[in-house]
């Protein structure tokens, strides 16, 4: 089993930055795919970005390309999301979520994701 605690949140201004952290219980870190999600208000949650279980591998949805990037390190069982440029579109909770590697990639379905953490919020003024 494995445990997530996100955090990183916070109040920004259009144009600004924030990195999200994950941090991950549980010795089997690396031998998950995890992944960035977010959910606006009223919304549903819906998939940001994805990194390979090596980290050598990335995906992200069109709309924060060129602005997020996702990384992990196995070593302290963490993942970040560096998001710059940001737009209050970007408001929302953010949700980290570890998914067993299925053999198939990209992996941008909650459905596929087993675990999950607490969320952390992000809000963008304009």
């Known amino acids: 089993q494995v445990q997530l605690v996100e955090s990183g949140g916070g109040l920004v201004q259009a144009g600004g930055s924030l990195r999200l952290s994950c941090a991950a219980s549980g010795r089997t870190f690396s031998s998950y795919v995890m992944g960035w999600f977010r959910q606006a208000p009223g919304k549903e949650r819906v998939f940001v970005a994805a990194?390979?279980?090596?980290?050598?591998?990335?995906d992200y949805t069109d709309s924060v390309k060129g602005r997020f990037t996702i990384s992990r390190d196995n070593y302290r069982n963490t993942v970040h999301l560096r998001m710059n440029s940001l737009k209050p579109e970007d408001t929302a909770v953010y949700y980290c979520g570890a998914a067993p590697y299925g053999g198939h990639w990209p992996l941008q379905n909650g459905y596929e994701y087993d675990y999950w953490g607490q969320g952390t919020q992000v809000t963008v003024s304009s």
């Open positions: 990194i390979s279980r090596s980290g050598g591998t990335t």
